[in-house]
C-alpha cells in the first residue's frame, strides 16, 4: 500500500523567509496530492492540491511542485505571516485511499 | 450552511463502554470519511463511504463499526472501547471525486480510561 513521508517535522522561520515542506509517496499510481493546513485545535482545511499531470501549481503565496520521477512534492509558502502558523499535512492518493504524511509543524516568529 | 457537524465535541468513556458518533453534512456530499488523528502518527481513515448505503474499511477499521443510512449522515459506533482508541475524531465529506477536497467537521475529542 502506499506510504508518505513528511519532512521536516518542524520548521521555525523569521516572518517574511520561505518555507519549504517536502513529502515523498511509494506507490507509483497515486496521481492527487494534497496539503491541508490544521490550525491549533481546528479542523484540516485544504489549502491547495495538484494532479500527477501537472509539474507545478500556485495560489497566491503557496505553491505546490511535483516530481513523478522521484516520488515527491513539496509545498512552498513564499513571505510567510505569523497565521501561516499551524501544522501542515501532505497526502497522497489513488482512487482507492487517501494517505497522509505524519505533518510538519510551522512556526512563523514575528 | 453548517457544513460538516460532529457530535458530541467531547467524551470520556470507560473501557468496554460503547458509543456513537454523529456526522452530518449539509453539503449534499457524496462521499464521507472517519479519520482518527494521534500524535505524530497525521490522520488516518478508519472507514469510509462512497455513497448512502454503503461503507468501506480504511487502515484502521478494527474496533469501529458505520453506517450510512441517510446520505447526510455517517455514524461511527465503538461497540467496547478501549484505551488505545484515544484520540481525536475527525469526519469529513467531499463532492466530485473520491478523496478529493475533502470538509473536515471539527473533531470529537475521546478519552477511554
Known amino acids: 500500500g502506499e506510504n508518505v513521508e513528511q519532512h521536516p517535522s518542524t520548521l521555525s522561520v523569521q516572518e517574511g523567509d520561505s518555507a519549504v515542506i517536502k513529502c515523498t509517496y511509494s506507490?507509483?499510481?497515486?496521481?492527487?496530492f494534497p496539503w491541508y493546513k490544521q490550525e491549533l485545535g481546528k479542523r484540516p482545511q485544504l489549502i491547495i492540491d495538484?494532479?500527477?499531470?501537472?509539474g507545478e501549481k500556485k495560489d497566491q503565496r503557496i505553491a505546490v511542485t511535483l516530481n513523478k520521477t522521484a516520488k515527491h512534492f513539496s509545498l512552498h509558502i513564499t513571505e510567510t505571516q505569523p497565521e501561516d502558523s499551524a501544522v501542515y499535512f501532505c497526502?497522497?492518493?489513488?482512487?482507492?485511499?487517501?494517505?497522509f504524511g505524519t505533518g510538519t509543524r510551522l512556526q512563523v516568529f514575528p | 450552511n453548517a457544513g460538516v457537524t460532529q457530535t458530541p465535541k467531547f467524551r470520556v468513556l470507560k473501557t468496554g463502554q460503547s458509543m456513537t458518533l454523529l456526522c452530518a453534512q449539509d453539503?449534499?456530499?457524496?462521499?464521507m470519511y472517519w479519520y482518527r488523528q494521534d500524535p505524530g502518527m497525521g490522520l488516518r481513515l478508519i472507514h469510509y463511504s462512497v455513497g448512502e448505503g454503503t461503507t468501506a474499511k480504511g487502515e484502521v477499521p478494527d474496533g469501529y463499526n458505520v453506517s450510512r443510512l441517510k446520505k447526510q449522515n455517517f455514524l461511527l459506533g465503538l461497540e467496547s472501547a478501549a484505551p488505545s482508541q484515544t484520540s481525536v475524531y475527525f469526519c469529513a465529506s467531499s463532492y466530485g471525486r473520491h478523496n478529493e477536497k475533502l470538509f473536515f467537521g471539527s473533531g470529537t475529542q475521546l478519552s477511554v480510561l
Open positions: 453539503m449534499n456530499h457524496e462521499y
Open positions: 497526502a497522497a492518493s489513488r482512487s482507492d485511499k487517501l494517505i
Open positions: 495538484i494532479r500527477s499531470n501537472v
Open positions: 506507490d507509483s499510481a497515486s496521481n492527487y
